[in-house]
């Protein structure tokens, strides 16, 4: 099927009514996107907006049949059945966590799944020749032969361009591709990108940092909740980044919360000077002295964007149960606790209900009575014995309360909605009886629904007097919820607002490039890359 | 079929692995004209095999927590010449035998533990290490020779209860043993209905507890009837009485204990088990240590009932173990799995050995068919995990835990849907 197109206005992609749909979550609703023939478009939306998603449909991740919607490239419907097909029609995608393999020299890296053969058997010479021209044209100069884990993550990323090179593209997608890199590999990469650009070669880029897209991209599509809110031209419309940032954002908030009237108390819980090293890499710090306070009955929220380090700061808090501590103090009730594992965090009152469920949160092989007495067994334990009538007791009663959808408490979790387990989860939690309570995006992969009751189960901890903080990567959410907010930058906390101060312009400025302070100028990494 | 499928705990494996092992002595009875079950070569199974499911049960645990264990075969080797050595030549008597080597199992058992738990080597090395390392401990220990034991220490491989007077020619502890067991058995059925019906969970109609207790007594007192009823001076065999009550103890604390809690919740997610408090490290020291102590004492069963202890004590014993925790539906990334599931997959595996032999099957047939058995076994296991049913034995004996009726929801939910249903709009990177 060819459709017809002007030569004025040459388009390389046109992606029309893109729907994907997850089982309980709509990810992409009726998305369009139009790309030109050798522009820098990017894409912009926050955390969860769908961004990803979309790339993964373009390139074939979720195969054809799996969305709904037409992909128009070149001026014909594509049918990308895998990965292979989007790049054997010159669509090559560079993920944020980079596929490289570490122990590889760079040239076998570049030609890995593409090795030119002479007579079946590999062409070495052939192979390194041509990484020698391709790195020369990505302006990297390191030797063929060295081994990808020597090389710093810019110049991995170089090499990830190389082998896109090498493979003909002609529509280059990189999501998140300064995320990980300081200053002036940032800057070498989008020249670079401009670089290819006066080749021909199309390319999508997704970002959070506003500023590196006004400086490169010549239009600019905001996603927000599934959904394509509009397409800017960033020369024709005069587009900056507080623009880009009202359209990101600009969404209603009415009556997505329960009504809450909060009855915050004095100080509960107190952090000073936090600084915690990571766990792998020396001398990168993803905690660097930070204080903050949570009071009796009060919802803190944290705002930052993913890789922040919001995690991080949660999970060091909690037990030492992430990176190497270096220094800082916990006060409880004006007492210093002294917490070097999980166990005593939990004895300390401290809960913390983790970011990702299904890796973190969840024994997925377990049934929802075993689950929510899981941490606190001592608690319905007499001499050593189990007692499963308390057990069963103690998890009905919150599957009655919390209104969790399964037939018994003997359903398996792997078997429950996402909000049904973040239900269990919470429960869990709340059965060991915390003071302070940290909620890492408590409602991700969530649906409206049920996110309204998880808002209301937070809200009713705050009224029994506990301190709850909320990480969470969607702005509303933090508005909605939180009676303050402080927001973290590349592990550093940049600010706090009252929530009568609090916008989301106001805070998307406190969390990207604007008050960027004077770190070491890498940025943490997420947690689970 | 649902009928019979209630009784036995409603799942479709463990029903499957009850019927194939009461269908394997029916056959091996049956085509080798009654010679199975008799008394003699029930206690020829019972004494040949106790010290493999002594095994297995440790097996089973260290497989739950995510681990394997190579060495145990070695291990029970060195204990043994160790034990062995120590009460010929040190002349201490054999209960102190008995100790020293619980005490040498509890030794290795932290050794390996320390470099499982708190160095993080896998486990895997770390037991082939010590497969090798203590294999080596025993021909040096030993100068690769055969040392006899005493008469008394052999009674835990070979021996009998005692006979009680010519109690109408039955051995009277066996019998009193078996109403015992019965007895007992009886006895926890209901109080899990008591159970049930205080905590309002669903329960079965009457007759479903009553046909399976019914079914359960009868096996119980046919096997009491045929080791009472065998020649004069031989009884259920002492080695079978040691395995009966590891069992009940295990049984009892991978299901009742906190410790068995956090086994199944650091092979199932071990980062979700630590987030809730575990320490997994103890865990699994504590389960590698386990392991060894139940090696040593195989080892000293293996050693009384052999009458001596030689270098090539143990050898292939770890395969045997781990094939039939397999077979009673482990999964090898951990989580799943049960003391009763393996000992009856370890059953499975004797009774065919053991059928094998009396049918005059060479080795060669044998080591074919067992390893198609293992083959089959998992592989209907993982089929049915694809299925999304609940695959494992997991409960084998959820006739006398939960025993929950398989609703049409199960049935039809499949794993892959399970796994994509809540994945947030964008994947967290």
Known sequence: MTIPTTHKDPLILEMRSITKEFPGVKALSDVNLRVKAGEVHAICGENGAGKSTLMKVLSGVYPYGSYSGDIVYQAEVQQFKDIRASEHAGIVIIHQELALIPELSITENIFLGNEPTKRGVIDWAEARRRSLELLARVGLRENPDTPVKEIGVGKQQLVEIAKALNKSVKLLILDEPTAALNESDSQHLLDLILGLKGKGITSIIISHKLNEIEQIADSITIIRDGKSIETLDVKGDGVDEDRIIKGMVGRSLESRFPDHTPDIGEVLLEVKDWTVGHPQVQDRLICKGSNFTVRKGEIVGFAGLMGAGRTELARSIFGRSYGNFISGHIYKNGKELHIRNVPQAIDAGLAYVTEDRKVLGLNLLDDIKTTTVSANLKAITKGLVVDERKEFSVAEGYRKSMRTKAPTVNEGVAKLSGGNQQKVVLAKWMFTDPDILILDEPTRGIDVGAKFEIYGIIQELARQGKGVIVISSELPELLGLSDRIYTIFEGAITGVLDKKDATQESLMKLMTSAARPNGNGTATQTLNA | ?429
């Open chain 2, 1 to 429: 079929m649902n009928a019979l499928k209630r009784i036995f705990g409603g799942d479709t494996r463990q029903f499957g692995m009850i019927i194939a092992l009461v269908a394997l002595v029916l056959f091996f009875q049956l085509f080798t004209g009654g010679k199975v079950l008799t008394p003699t070569n029930m206690i020829n199974l019972f004494n040949g095999n106790s010290y493999i499911l002594v095994l297995a049960i440790g097996m089973v645990m260290v497989i739950i927590a995510g681990h394997i264990d190579l060495s145990v075969g070695s291990v029970a080797a060195a204990v043994g010449i160790v034990v062995a050595i120590a009460m010929r030549d040190w002349g201490i008597p054999w209960y102190l035998g008995i100790v020293l080597g619980l005490v040498l199992g509890a030794v290795i058992g932290a050794w390996q533990g320390f470099w499982v738990a708190y160095v993080g080597i896998p486990a895997f090395i770390v037991t082939l290490a010590g497969m090798l390392l203590f294999r080596g401990l025993n021909q040096f220990v030993g100068k690769s020779l055969t040392v006899p034991v005493p008469d008394e220490f052999r009674v835990m491989g070979s021996g009998f209860l005692p006979e009680i007077g010519d109690f109408a020619r039955y051995n009277a502890p066996t019998v009193i043993l078996g109403f015992l067991l019965v007895a007992g058995v009886v006895f926890m059925e209901f109080r899990k209905r008591r159970i049930e019906a205080k905590t309002g969970a669903e329960q079965d109609p009457l007759w479903v507890p009553i046909v399976r207790l019914t079914l359960l007594a009868a096996a119980i007192l046919y096997v009491t009837w045929l080791f009472s009823t065998g020649r004069y001076g031989t009884s259920f065999p002492v080695s079978g009485l040691i395995l009966v009550g590891l069992v009940a103890l295990y049984v009892f604390i991978t299901t009742k204990t906190v410790l068995g809690r956090h086994v199944y919740a650091v092979g199932g997610n071990r980062h979700a088990a630590e987030l809730s408090g575990v320490r997994s490290k103890k865990v699994n020291f504590l389960v590698m240590m386990n392991m060894s102590i139940l090696a040593s004492l195989a080892g000293m069963m293996f050693v009384a009932r052999s009458t001596s202890s030689g270098p090539a004590d143990g050898v292939g014993w770890e395969l045997d173990a781990i094939a039939a925790v397999f077979i009673g539906g482990a999964a090898v990334s951990g989580g799943v799995g049960t003391v009763i599931g393996s000992i009856v997959g370890g059953l499975v595996m004797a009774v065919l050995n053991n059928g094998l032999q009396l049918l005059s099957v060479g080795a060669d047939m044998q080591s074919i068919i067992k390893g198609l058995v293992l083959l089959i076994a998992v592989a209907i296991d993982v089929y049915n995990k694809s299925q999304g049913r609940r695959s494992i034995i997991g409960m084998l004996m959820s006739g006398l835990k939960s025993n929950q009726p398989v609703t049409a929801a199960d049935e039809t939910t499949k794993t892959s849907e399970v796994i994509a249903a809540p994945e947030p709009a964008e994947p967290a990177k």
